[in-house]
């Protein structure tokens, strides 16, 4: 279940999100609870109830279950899946939920704006050549790993940490990206990028799928969902993750919001209208999620929805 306002209350949120998904898993609680946000900090007293909030405090559902905070700035969403994939697979925990409620408040903005990445629009414009930078906007969503025999899989995962520096790494992303396909033994349909509408940034990740497509003989459809939410920092990751879920289960590529004059790589497309794919469904969609620091984290999704 998604939810993007961003001027409703976020517990309530986060209590319908929890619900919804237990509801539809049978109600089974899971067995332990990954959150994707900013770490509280000390210097700014009067916002920490933005940050790390416990989700038992959001969510009575969840109350009394173990919570580790996943905190990698903006790859946090992709990294809080990927190590609930591993937990599921190791059978360490039989489902794992993960959450993202973000807010974007004064840290967030007061962040972006002193590394020169705000734009003076409203909205992002991922990919697109007259971009200036991102927007932030909130969103809330959960995930329920391990739910049960069907439906996708998390097939591949890759995660590269650089630890210094504000610049988005090619090597380090094409690396990240090629750890989770071959960790898969698949290759993707298509990729839901991170891409937030940067200058640098957009361009840097699009060059990298466009290096991986290459090795492949083929051209990589891309698309991202920031155009229409913005730009959700901590919880990026899933909001793309359950972005790239929604186009296999609908089998329609979605098109880049906000994108008019895409960037031109050799190997990758971007999509700025949405696709049907009626004679061959996509089943399968490689999902980035990348942050300042140098944490990188890419997930490929498996959903095969053809009939039996």
């Known amino acids: 279940m998604i939810e993007a306002p961003t001027d409703a209350d976020r517990g309530q949120l986060v209590r319908d999100c929890v619900d919804a998904v237990l509801h539809e898993a049978g109600g089974t609680p899971p ?18 109830d933005e940050y790390g909030d416990p989700a038992a405090r959001l969510s009575p559902a969840l109350d009394g279950l173990p919570e580790t905070l996943v905190s990698h700035a903006c790859a946090s969403g992709g990294l809080a899946i990927a190590v609930g994939a591993s937990l599921v697979e190791s059978g360490d925990a039989r489902r794992v939920l993960v959450l993202g409620a973000m807010r974007p408040r004064f840290i967030e903005s007061a962040a972006f704006d002193s590394a020169g990445a705000l734009s003076a629009a409203p909205f992002c414009r991922p990919f697109d050549a007259a971009a200036d930078g991102t927007a932030l906007g909130g969103f809330t969503g959960a995930m329920l790993l391990g739910a049960g025999d069907s439906g996708p899989e998390i097939a591949g ?11 988005s790494d090619r090597d380090s992303q094409a690396e990240c990206m090629r750890a989770a396909i071959d960790h898969s033994g698949g290759f993707p349909d298509f990729v839901a990028a991170h891409a937030t509408g940067t200058v640098h940034g957009d361009r840097v990740e699009l060059d990298a799928v466009s290096e991986v497509a290459a090795a492949a003989q083929t051209i990589l459809p891309v698309t991202s969902c920031k155009g229409a939410l913005g730009h959700s920092v901590h919880a990026a990751g899933l909001a793309s993750a359950m972005f790239a879920l929604e186009a296999l289960a609908s089998g329609t590529l979605p098109g880049t919001a906000h994108c008019t004059d895409p960037l031109v790589a050799e190997h990758a497309a971007v999509l700025t209208e949405n696709e049907e794919v009626l004679d061959s469904p996509a089943t399968t969609a490689l999902v980035n999620a990348f942050g300042f620091g140098g944490s990188s984290c890419s997930l490929l999704f498996h959903w095969d929805r053809s009939p039996e």
Do not use: E, F, I, K
């Open 31 to 48: 067995a332990v609870v990954l959150t994707a946000a900013q770490a509280p900090g000390s210097m700014c007293p009067g916002n920490l």
């Open 157 to 167: 995962t890759g995660v590269r940490t650089l630890g210094s520096g504000a610049q």
